[in-house]
DNA sequence: ATGACTGACGGGGTCAGA
């Protein structure tokens, strides 16, 4: 079973890309982020039409996730991360979480908070974000539910997965307490696919559009594939289609995707 | 290096991204 992740930005600048990287790659499940449409915008008969069937959760211009499965409909469990214990806390009103169960496995795609610039709001809203995520992905262990957290989590988790530590210094990508987070829900159990089967790092997802970054290859790792311990137990794969990124009207990440036994 | 490039909205510039 393969399973993947692709930060898009923008399905409508992008669908035809990213309907010749379904083609291309045959992802039995297809998560994605940053859609950047409205619930009514959404290409659904594009997917359809090569045999994928769809959820999403989207709003208008930014962020928004979806869930393709091939040949079966992900049956929906979550939409936008729910309210927490602590006092004050809310519904998520940002389009970044929506999780489903496909063929036994619960997929839990998120488009985590970006947090620049920091410290200020922004950066306060994704410290926040990662530690609802922590909650809802804790409770999945708890049950033994098998699964697997993917997507763009904006978060830089070692100078081994940055062309140039000095560089992002100071981004929020890279602080302290964005990587503690991360750091906390490998912790809790979570196996990270590919730092597991690339250990010396230097692995990128992302190039930016601009400086020549994706020519210079000065790029970074952020978008990441977690798995439970009975997903780990099937890890047979897992990588970058590095080669997407190179393409004409490409986005600004690489798809992700990792494989499992049976 | 207050830089760069891209997408959405809207029909021009502004905001957001990482």
Known sequence: MKI?????NGIKA??????????ETQPDVACLQEIKTQDDGFPAADFEAIGYHAI??????FNGVAILARGQAP?????????????????????RYLEAEVQGIRICN???????????????????????LRERCAAHLAAEIPA???????????????????????????????RDGYARLLNDGWTDAIATLNPRGGVWTYWDYQAGAWQRDHGFRIDHLLLSPACADRLVAAGVDKAHRGREKASDHAPVWVKLRG
């Open 148 to 178: 697997v957290v993917l997507g763009d989590f904006n978060v830089i988790p070692t100078d081994q997965d940055v062309w140039s530590a000095k560089a992002m210094a100071d981004d929020a990508l890279m602080q302290p307490q964005s």
């Open 56 to 61: 999403w959760h989207g709003q208008k211009s």
């Open 14 to 23: 992008r669908l035809p890309r990213l309907l010749e990287w379904l083609d």
């Open 110 to 132: 998120l488009y985590l908070p970006n947090g620049n610039p920091q410290p200020g709001p922004k950066f306060d809203y994704k410290l926040a974000w990662m530690q609802r």
């Open 4 to 8: 993947a992740s692709f930060n898009i």
């Open 75 to 95: 049956v929906e469990m979550q939409r936008g991360l729910p309210e927490m214990k602590w006092p004050g806390d809310a519904a998520d009103e940002q389009a």
